[in-house]
């Protein structure tokens, strides 16, 4: 498997009392599949994806991202991690406005080291892969909500992540572009061998996942 959660809780301050996101959570995702994560707002979605990017360290359990035991590694090292094996898709795009759609993953791989020239040549191909070849030259303000969210999952596989971690990627979006996306998002799971995971409101758009999980009261369970 590419991600391992195994046994994992996780606890938050609430008052005298701690509140737990996630109660003993066990997961795992192998490379080039899908699977969904559904469930009402608090019910630990954002905290499971939080614990898979690295970003929240569990109280209990154990994280394993391609083959790799994150618990003990150091923040520099989490983020060399996460650089190299972990791609986020965020709930809103983000962009920076001042950047072409190319340049907007250039930056990522300018961040991880890797040379201008390959980031460029890189940078073609996921957009061409992502269907906005013809607006590599194209700012923020010119896109069209769906094409920004085009460009957002671009950008989170600039480095080749073995895990992809999608948060509400159709939350911004009409009925009909947030199923493209959603295709999209399968597509590109498929084609490239990421573990993917994406957590979504949208029930009508789980077609795409080779598997769907609810999580409520921060526990999960198989629907499909």
């Known amino acids: 498997m590419s991600l391992d959660l195994t046994d994992v809780t996780l606890t938050y301050p609430d008052g005298e009392t701690r509140l737990t996101a996630l ?62 094996a972990i791609g986020i898709v965020f709930q809103q795009p983000h962009l920076l406005p001042s950047l072409t759609a190319a340049e907007q993953l250039q930056v990522m791989a300018t961040l991880d080291g890797r040379s201008p020239a390959r980031a460029a040549g890189r940078a073609r191909d996921l957009l061409d892969a992502v269907g906005l070849a013809a607006q590599a030259g194209r700012r923020p303000h010119q896109l069209s909500g769906g094409q920004r969210q085009r460009v957002n999952i ?39 061998g990421t573990a993917t995971v994406l957590v979504t409101h949208d029930r009508d758009h789980l077609a795409a996942a080779d598997r769907t999980v609810e999580m409520r009261d921060g526990r999960l369970r198989a629907v499909a």
């Open 23 to 84: 109660d003993h959570v066990t997961l795992s995702v192998a490379k080039g599949d899908l699977t969904a994560v559904v469930g009402p707002s608090g019910s630990g979605k954002s905290s499971l994806l939080a614990v898979a990017a690295t970003l929240v360290t569990p109280e209990t359990g154990a994280v394993d991202v391609d083959g790799v035991a994150t618990a003990g590694m150091s923040r520099g090292a989490l983020a060399a991690l996460r650089r190299r």
């Open 154 to 192: 671009a950008r989170a596989l600039m480095n080749d992540p073995v895990v992809l971690l999608v948060d509400e990627p159709t939350s911004a979006l009409d009925q009909e572009r947030g199923a493209a996306v959603v295709d999209l998002i399968g597509r590109l799971t498929r084609e490239r």
